[in-house]
């Protein structure tokens, strides 16, 4: 019995020794530091051979199965310690490489948006450069553009009638109504002046009601009866057949003139009348205007506007018209006499275009394949007199021409403002 419980001391003392060893108390570091050698400082003394005897020996022996008991209760707390502890760390491991893993996912997604936003800036950065160069573009233009449009409106001054009418020729004029259209005062009113031509054997007749000349035209040929007289003493009566046709005239619809400034040609108005031959008018300004100290130059030509006491002198060199225009009105020595004549520019026209549209003359009416059988005063008479009738579906007649047959000649046309 000595010897098996003297082994089991031993298998225990090992087991604490370790313990120790492990840190478990202040006093395994101690005992390690003062050595072995002394049996006190053991946590189980145990006894010496010969000792262990009766009720003392049982008591040791219980003490120490308590102890074993205790420590396994211990060893079995530290087991469950250790499995904890392994399971925490697996876990903080684990939680360690999601982390990880989340760095590292965060990181290149970081570094996704870090090269998208480098792309983008530098895009933005490429489309607000080119948005620069074409401001810039567009400025340049727009400053180029309002030079042009300052040219142009400074050559439309220069070159347009409208804002020369200080400089134009002076026309008397007495003003009888009241103006209502303002958007009408620029623009060219033509008045029709149309020449028709006329063949023989028949006739234009005008009514002063519109209704009656469409009333002769719907009924297209008429009989008309020749009076008895002096030039037809063998017959009582004797009628001819007349056809009824609507006038047309081709009257212009749309016109463009182009109009062109002579920079070498001057108008000159306000002429005074002396009572000289044209010529010599002609000859007394061109001497005047052919003088340098009058402004003037060498005259290349001179001639009188139709219908009208305006002379147009054209100079053999550039630049001298325009002085002259530019100072409108001038003192010119005529003969013995100074008079102040008007200098206007010198405006060509040219039509660039003409619309032409066909147009009925409402109240006349063309007769035609009327025989030559009286005079020409009788045969007008003897028309106004037939279409006059109310029967015949004539009316009042305003105007009558008539053509014998063999002749020929030309109607004109005027705007009827009745």
Same mark, same amino acid.
Do not use: W
């Given at each position: 019995m000595g010897d098996g419980v003297g082994g089991e001391e031993a298998i225990f003392c090992l087991g604490l020794q370790r313990e120790e060893a492990g840190g478990v108390g202040g006093r395994g570091a101690r005992g390690a530091a003062e050595g072995p050698s002394c049996p006190q400082d053991s946590f189980i003394q145990l006894s010496q051979p010969g000792e262990l005897e009766g009720d003392a020996a049982e008591g040791t022996?219980?003490?120490?199965?308590?102890?074993?008991?205790?420590?396994?209760?211990?060893?079995?707390?530290?087991?469950?310690?250790?499995?904890?502890?392994?399971?925490?760390k697996e876990a903080v491991e684990q939680r360690t490489r999601d982390l990880r893993e989340e760095e590292e996912l965060f990181h290149k997604t970081f570094e996704q948006q870090k090269i998208s936003s480098r792309d983008e800036e530098e895009y933005w950065q490429t489309d607000i450069l080119l948005a620069k160069e074409e401001r810039d573009r567009l400025s340049l233009e727009k400053q180029v553009l309002e030079k042009k449009l300052e040219e142009a409106r400074q050559r439309f001054h220069r070159e347009d009638p409208v804002t020369m009418l200080p400089a134009l020729p002076e026309k008397k004029m007495v003003f009888k109504g009241l103006v209502t259209n303002k958007e009408d005062v620029n623009k060219l009113i033509l008045t029709p002046l149309v020449r028709y031509p006329l063949l023989g054997g028949s006739a234009l007749i005008t009514f002063e009601k519109a209704?009656?000349?469409?009333?002769?035209?719907d009924l297209k040929e008429h009989v008309v009866e020749l009076s008895?007289?002096?030039?037809?003493?063998?017959?009582?009566?004797?009628?001819?057949?007349?056809?009824?046709?609507?006038? =047309?005239?081709? @009257?212009?619809?749309? %016109? *463009?003139i182009g109009l062109t400034r002579s920079s070498r040609t001057i108008l000159v108005s306000d002429l005074p009348s002396l009572g000289i031959? =044209?010529?010599? @008018?002609?000859?007394? %300004? *061109?001497?005047?205007?052919?003088?340098?100290?009058?402004?003037?130059?060498?005259?290349?030509?001179?001639?009188?506007?139709?219908?009208?006491?305006?002379?147009?002198?054209?100079?053999?060199?550039?630049?001298?018209?325009?002085?002259?225009?530019?100072?409108?009105?001038?003192?010119?020595?005529?003969?013995?006499?100074?008079?102040?004549i008007k200098i206007s520019p010198y405006m060509s026209g040219d039509v660039t275009d003409l619309q032409l549209q066909p147009s009925r003359c409402p109240r006349t009416v063309l007769l035609s394949g009327i025989p030559d059988v009286l005079g020409e005063e009788a045969m007008r008479d003897t028309l106004e007199i037939h279409f006059q009738k109310t029967s015949r579906g004539g009316g009042e007649v305003d105007v009558l021409a008539y053509v014998p047959a063999g002749h020929q000649a030309v109607a004109v046309f005027r705007e009827d403002v009745g």
């Open positions: 022996l219980a003490q120490i199965r308590q102890e074993i008991e205790r420590c396994k209760e211990l060893c079995s707390a530290l087991e469950q310690d250790h499995a904890k502890l392994q399971a925490a209704e009656v000349a469409q009333t002769i035209i008895c007289g002096e030039e037809l003493t063998e017959l009582d009566c004797c009628k001819v057949r007349v056809q009824a046709a609507p006038v =047309e005239l081709l @009257l212009p619809s749309a %016109l *463009e031959p =044209e010529e010599a @008018l002609l000859d007394k %300004l *061109e001497l005047f205007f052919s003088k340098t100290k009058n402004g003037g130059g060498e005259v290349e030509s001179r001639e009188f506007l139709d219908n009208s006491s305006q002379v147009v002198l054209t100079f053999v060199q550039d630049g001298v018209a325009e002085p002259l225009i530019a100072r409108g009105r001038m003192q010119v020595l005529i003969g013995k006499g100074k008079y102040d």
